[in-house]
T-cell receptor, first 112, second 113 residues
Framework: GDSVTQMEGPVTLSEEAFLTINCTYT??????LFWYVQYPGEGLQLLLK?????DKGSNKGFEATYRKETTSFHLEKGSVQVSDSAVYFC???????????FGTGTSLTVIP | ETGVTQSPTHLIKTRGQQVTLRCSSQ?????VSWYQQALGQGPQFIFQ???????GRGNFPPRFSGLQFPNYSSELNVNALELDDSALYLC????????????FGPGTRLLVL
């Protein structure tokens, strides 16, 4: 069945460091891919998405490219800030749109 | 525009009991999905409702059931509670056709003793 495998954490970085959180997926058909973020004490929020191969999703300085050849959707940011400290979830939606699969989440802490 | 709300925020039940959790969708959204998030894990998809009918289901037993009402609010019912049902239950609303963008509620924390 469809699934998402996400880099395990926790990840601790210094402010202005480069961030990569790896995500790979297994899916039939043509899934859409997402990154969600959960800030401390808040609900899940959509960070970015890509709905077809080679699409790049971007938001708040974060980027991820839908790579069908490597079945990956890695999250990157060039310079992290303390305010980026949160748990990040990779997710996919099957091509029928009524099934969602989340990874286990990666906790990121950015220290000044 | 009101966001997704859930009630109650916290709940304690004992094994074997039944529980009902409630969700009010974001204004204008006609699709509701429910998720179970165990501590330290990602959300697991339970089911989705659209136009008052179940529109997709994850790998959860039949004792997990739901309803969607004409105003698009929704309930999640869990019968014969087990200890492993202890988790954060999230609902998310979206518009059918723009289902990629879900808006999540804050969740209901359920503890089964």
């Amino acid at each position: 069945g469809d699934s998402v495998t996400q880099m395990e954490g926790p990840v601790t970085l210094s402010e202005e460091a480069f961030l990569t959180i790896n995500c790979t997926y297994t899916a039939t058909g043509y899934p859409s891919l997402f990154w969600y973020v959960q800030y401390p004490g808040e609900g899940l929020q959509l960070l970015l998405k890509a709905t077809k191969a080679d699409d790049k999703g971007s938001n708040k300085g974060f980027e991820a490219t839908y790579r069908k050849e490597t079945t990956s959707f890695h999250l990157e940011k060039g310079s992290v800030q303390v305010s980026d400290s949160a748990v990040y979830f990779c997710a996919l939606s099957g091509d029928t749109g009524n099934q969602f699969y989340f990874g286990t989440g990666t906790s990121l802490t950015v220290i000044p | 525009e009101t966001g997704v709300t859930q009630s109650p925020t916290h709940l304690i039940k004992t094994r074997g009991q039944q529980v009902t959790l409630r969700c009010s969708s974001q204004s204008g959204h006609n699709t509701v999905s429910w998720y179970q998030q165990a501590l330290g894990q990602g959300p697991q998809f339970i089911f989705q409702y659209y136009r008052e009918e179940e529109n997709g289901r994850g790998n959860f037993p039949p004792r997990f059931s739901g309803l969607q009402f004409p105003n698009y609010s929704s309930e999640l019912n869990v019968n014969a509670l087990e200890l492993d049902d202890s988790a954060l239950y999230l609902c998310a609303s979206s518009l059918q056709g723009t289902w990629e963008t879900q808006y999540f509620g804050p969740g209901t924390r359920l503890l089964v003793l």
